[in-house]
Each structure stands twice: as structure tokens, then as C-alpha cells.
């Protein structure tokens, strides 16, 4: 099956901007989304198709695929921002299957 | 107004079985498919099962032969029926409409604890 590997975590002064990588072979082939998860919460999904937001997410958060290596992008974080970000895709071994990447916590400081 | 709630969930065995359920409001999931996805805790998520709306299913390879993804459409409900369940089946358990569409939406989760 599909790995997607994320960095374990990233932090980001208030107001400035972070990224966020996911790199797998699946990304070569399949869209990107990614989910914020707040503590105690279900994940939420904040961009999905590589780079579109769904209706409600603010617009600091952008994506972008490269092919092997996805993006998530936030641009003048916010104290809200401070989640566990996962990225997600389909797998390579069963396109009806999907995989989730290792999360990435963001700290705004 | 869409609504997943999943129930079902508490404290099994190993070896032992349960069903979750997942029931629907504000759409069917009939015309949409529907995921269940998986987190132990502390830990990430895990995508588990999908069933689209014609009916097929899919597995990840950790459940496959275990786990078993159905629909009731009358009541509108999903179900993840769990047998042989081990140890490391331990986690919250959440049902997922469209999975990465903009239609994407989570409920709660369950909790499913397998220990002796």
C-alpha cells in the first residue's frame, strides 16, 4: 500500500506563513486534500482537488502538488490555526482506496 | 441540515466482535459514498473502509476479512460490522460522507476499546 509522509511538526510566529509538505509516490497520480483536526474534534477538510477550498475555509489556507511532494500553505496564521494537519489521497495499490499522511501538528507562536 | 452520527462503540475482547452504526440525516447515502476512518489515540488517522453508491466496497488491506462496510438504505444508516477484533483495533472510530470531495463531511466518532 501507499505511504505519505508528513514532517511531525512546524511552528509558525503569529501573522506569518508556513507550509506544510506530504510527499508520496501516490501524489504522482491522485489529487491532494487536506484535513485540520483540532484536540478532541473530527477533522475538518480545508482544501481538496490539490488546491480548491471548500465553501467556509478561510483563504489563507491554499495547497498545491508538484507530483510527489503536496502542499498545504497558511498565509498570516492564526492563534485558530494551532491543529494536526493530515493530507490524503488514494492508493496507488487500489485505486478505490485511500491513505492518510503521518499529520504534521502546527504550533502558532 | 447534514448530520453523521455514529454510536456503537465501548469495550470488546479480543477475538470478540461489534457493529458501529452511523446514522444519516439531511442527505442519503445512497447517492454518496460513505467512509469510516479510524484514530487511535494520540495517534493519526487511518482510513478503514468505503462503500460508493452502487453498492461496491473497499477495505484497507489491516481490516480485509475482518471488517465488513454495509448500508441500510431505509434507514438510511452505515454500519461497520468488526469481527476478530485484536488489540490494535483500539481507537475512535468516525464515518466520513465524500471523502476529499467538497461535499466531504465527518461525524463524531465512537470509541471502540478491545482489551481483556
Known amino acids: 500500500s501507499s505511504e505519505l509522509t508528513q514532517d511531525p511538526a512546524v511552528s509558525v510566529a503569529l501573522g506569518q506563513t508556513v507550509r506544510i509538505t506530504c510527499q508520496g509516490d501516490t501524489l504522482r497520480s491522485y489529487y491532494a486534500s487536506w484535513y485540520q483536526q483540532k484536540p478532541g474534534q473530527a477533522p475538518v477538510l480545508v482544501i481538496y482537488?490539490?488546491?480548491n477550498r471548500p465553501s467556509g475555509v478561510p483563504d489563507r489556507f491554499s495547497g498545491s502538488n508538484s507530483g510527489y511532494t503536496a502542499s498545504l500553505t497558511i498565509t498570516g496564521a492564526q492563534a485558530d490555526d494551532e491543529a494536526d494537519y493530515y493530507c490524503n489521497s488514494r492508493d496507488t495499490s487500489g485505486n478505490y482506496n485511500y491513505v492518510f499522511g503521518t499529520g504534521t501538528k502546527v504550533t502558532v507562536l | 441540515e447534514v448530520q453523521l452520527v455514529e454510536s456503537g462503540g465501548g469495550l470488546v475482547q479480543p477475538g470478540g466482535s461489534l457493529r458501529l452504526s452511523c446514522a444519516a440525516s439531511g442527505f442519503s447515502v445512497r447517492t454518496n459514498y460513505m467512509s469510516w476512518v479510524r484514530q487511535a489515540p494520540g495517534r493519526g488517522l487511518e482510513w478503514v473502509s468505503v462503500?460508493?453508491?452502487?453498492?461496491?466496497?473497499y477495505s484497507a488491506d489491516s481490516v480485509k476479512g475482518r471488517f465488513t462496510i454495509s448500508r441500510d438504505i431505509s434507514n438510511n444508516t452505515l454500519y461497520l460490522q468488526m469481527n476478530s477484533l485484536r488489540t490494535d483495533d483500539t481507537a475512535f472510530y468516525y464515518c466520513?460522507?465524500?471523502?476529499?470531495?467538497?461535499?466531504?463531511?465527518w461525524g463524531q466518532g465512537t470509541l471502540v476499546t478491545v482489551s481483556s
Open positions: 466520513a460522507r465524500n471523502l476529499g470531495d467538497p461535499r466531504d463531511y
Open positions: 482537488g490539490d488546491n
Open positions: 462503500i460508493y453508491s452502487g453498492g461496491t466496497s
